[in-house]
């Protein structure tokens, strides 16, 4: 085969990728997938999504099982499957409960990538796994862990903090200091789980907010807004309880 040949075969073939990734982008969002909408089970849960509608930015607080991320993951989703924001951003402190970023193998975005499967799953579940996996690869889905978050900065996107109870306030301020125009951020975390030594970025946040009555909902879930199942909430009772 010559090579004018072979340079005209390898055009085609990209061309025709292009095509299929095209044709699998837009039918994973406009005919496979039209998920109903998000229904909260609690007035809680009501009052966060309302929050998510009205405002840019929401502080949501609360023990785990209450679907503070999985409604953020879930509203993100959905306003990337209507071309309403153009990129999902997913980070959240480096501060395990267990083995630390080191222990795993790969690059920083794949090591970072078992803290953001909750989250993950959540947008696979509403776009497809296929549709995740081109929004990853063209870099419409980002995972940031706050290692290489310093110069960044993000515009028309949905910018989900998780876990933001092990931020510290300089993590904090750095993360708030990021984000640009037409977008949403989700600072999402559980007091009563903070693995710092130190004081806690999110409370400082919510200090903030209160002390100087800055425009920012926050949404305070309670063990009575558990959903993920009452053994869940036997032992974030049990727990509670006993003050550990």
């Known amino acids: 085969m010559s090579k004018r040949h072979d340079k005209q075969r390898r055009k085609t073939h990209r061309s025709f990728?292009?095509?299929?990734?095209?044709?699998?982008?837009?039918?994973?969002?406009?005919?496979e997938r039209s998920p109903p909408p998000i229904r909260p089970l609690n007035p809680t849960q009501s009052d966060?999504?309302?929050a998510l509608k009205t405002s840019p930015q929401v502080v949501v607080l609360g023990p785990a099982g209450t679907g503070k991320t999985w409604i953020a993951a879930t509203y993100a989703a959905d306003?990337?499957?209507?071309?309403?924001?153009?990129k999902i951003i997913l980070t959240r402190p480096n501060v395990p409960c267990g083995r630390s970023l080191g222990y795993f193998p790969g690059t920083m975005e794949e090591k970072f990538a078992p803290w953001a499967e909750p989250v993950i799953q959540a947008i696979k579940e509403r776009i497809g796994?296929?549709?995740?996996?081109?929004?990853?690869?063209?870099?419409d889905i980002e995972l940031?862990?706050?290692?290489?978050?310093?110069?960044?900065?993000?515009?028309?996107?949905?910018?989900?903090?998780?876990?933001?109870?092990n931020a510290t306030p300089a993590e904090m301020k750095t993360f708030l200091t990021r984000i640009g125009e037409d977008s949403t951020i989700v600072i999402n975390g559980d007091v009563s789980q903070c693995d710092l030594r130190e004081s806690s970025g999110l409370r400082t946040v919510v200090h903030l907010i209160?002390?100087?009555?800055l425009p920012v909902p926050v949404i305070e879930f309670t063990l009575n807004d558990i959903v993920r199942s009452g053994i869940c909430e036997m032992w974030v009772r049990a727990f509670e309880e006993a003050r550990l």
Not at 17 to 31: D, P, Q, T, W
Not at 79 to 86: G, N, S
Not at 131 to 139: R, S
Not at 152 to 164: P, Q, Y
Request: no cysteine; charged share 30%.
């Open 129 to 139: 796994a296929g549709a995740y996996d081109i929004a990853l690869k063209n870099g």
């Open 210 to 213: 209160k002390s100087q009555m």
């Open 79 to 86: 306003l990337y499957r209507q071309r309403r924001i153009d």
């Open 48 to 50: 966060y999504l309302d």
């Open 17 to 31: 990728e292009s095509a299929r990734i095209i044709e699998l982008h837009g039918s994973k969002y406009e005919s």
């Open 144 to 165: 940031v862990p706050f290692e290489v978050m310093r110069g960044r900065s993000w515009k028309s996107a949905f910018i989900l903090l998780d876990e933001a109870q």
